[in-house]
């Protein structure tokens, strides 16, 4: 009994799983951003009111922790999009890619450290477009939920920090 060959994948293939991959990159920001910006909308609406700390408190920690989901995820699924760059550039280069899905499931896992190694992964992962959507924009909303403490307890304290 013959076994069975392991069939190469195809750069068009690879393509493909990139694209599915950044695809799941870009709906968990937007289901994020669309979070934050609620939370940030409740948050405004709370500090209108009276006795707002505790509303406040309650919301900020919502919040914060999606914003520590939204890094964390955010973070794994890129590289996610980065090995799947990878494979295809090998695939690019006449290099045999075999079984990308296990592949992939494995790098999730942690395993398969010296890709992380390569030259060429190391080279994807300079985007300055991701390393922007990545940090500075949850550090953006994190500012804002500053702002509206600031606001709040200068407002608590009847500090003027806002000129009229």
């Known amino acids: ?9 195809t750069y068009s293939e690879l393509v493909t799983l990139w694209g599915i991959q950044d695809s799941l990159l870009q709906s968990y920001r937007t289901i994020f951003i669309g979070m934050q910006s609620l939370f940030v909308s409740f948050g405004t609406v709370i500090t209108q009111g009276d006795n707002v700390i505790y509303p406040l408190l309650g919301i900020t920690v919502l919040s914060m922790c999606a914003l520590w989901f939204w890094v964390s995820i955010c973070n794994a699924r890129g590289q996610s999009v980065y090995l799947t760059q990878y494979l295809a550039i090998k695939a690019e280069s006449g290099e045999p890619v075999y079984k990308p899905l296990e592949i992939l499931k494995h790098f999730q896992s942690g395993s398969h450290p010296e890709i992380l190694k390569d030259p060429r992964f190391i080279a994807l992962k300079g ?11 949850p550090i953006l ?6 702002f509206l403490w600031l606001y709040t307890l200068a407002d608590f304290y009847q500090l003027s920090i806002i000129p009229k």
């Open 1 to 9: 009994m013959d076994k069975p060959q392991m069939e190469k994948a």
């Open 127 to 137: 985007g300055l477009t991701r390393k922007k959507m990545e940090s500075w924009l």
């Open 141 to 146: 909303f994190f500012l804002v939920w500053c």
